[in-house]
């Protein structure tokens, strides 16, 4: 059965996802909110349509600036509905603001969104699951985990023998750690 690393090299935009950014350490808080953002979008849909989304998303939401998104309200919410440019999902705009806010709340406990995973790292995707889901909105085993895959905390992102997994290797990811 063909992976990401088979059928992303080429494609005009798995490609370059695959390459420069699935599985390579974030350490911005802003980007870590971005990819949670558009993993939870994912749900029910293909990372393809995402993708194809991605400037759209990072426009209707001021470019995942986290304190912008948490102190959205009535207004941003009906734009954000009616922007056809991103998933008009209602639980998943409403998720988004909500975890803005959390994440508001975990930078002033723990300095950073970024430091708060640090903390918590290494967890089971079991124990990440857990933790995210009582943290956050709309975060099932699958959105954590690809979260988690996609930003460095797990493993798994790219085959041993994709060129990209050197790449990312040399980064030292937070699973290469435990």
Not at 22 to 45: H, K, M, S, T
Request: glycine fraction near 6%; charged fraction near 25%; include cysteine.
């Amino acid at each position: 059965m063909p992976t990401y690393c088979d059928i992303a090299p080429g494609h005009p935009f798995h490609g370059p996802y695959h390459d420069t950014e699935y599985g390579f350490p974030i350490e911005d808080d802003n980007r870590l909110f971005e990819r949670l953002v558009l993993e939870i979008n994912q749900a029910g849909l293909s990372w393809l349509t995402i993708l194809k989304k991605k400037d759209s998303f990072a426009k209707a939401f001021d470019d995942f600036q986290i304190d912008v998104v948490a102190n959205y309200g009535a207004k941003e919410r009906e734009r954000l509905l009616n922007d056809a440019g991103i998933i008009r999902n209602r639980l998943k705009v409403d998720a988004a603001i909500h975890n803005a806010k959390q994440i508001l709340i975990l930078q002033e406990q723990f300095g950073s969104f970024l430091a708060w995973l640090d903390h918590h790292h290494p967890l089971s995707k079991e124990e990440w699951v857990k933790l995210f889901k009582k943290t956050f909105k709309f975060t099932g085993g699958e959105i954590t985990g690809e979260f988690l895959m996609s930003t460095g905390y797990l493993p798994g992102a790219h085959a041993e023998s994709c060129p990209v997994f050197d790449e990312i290797k040399q980064l030292k990811p937070r699973w290469i750690a435990v």
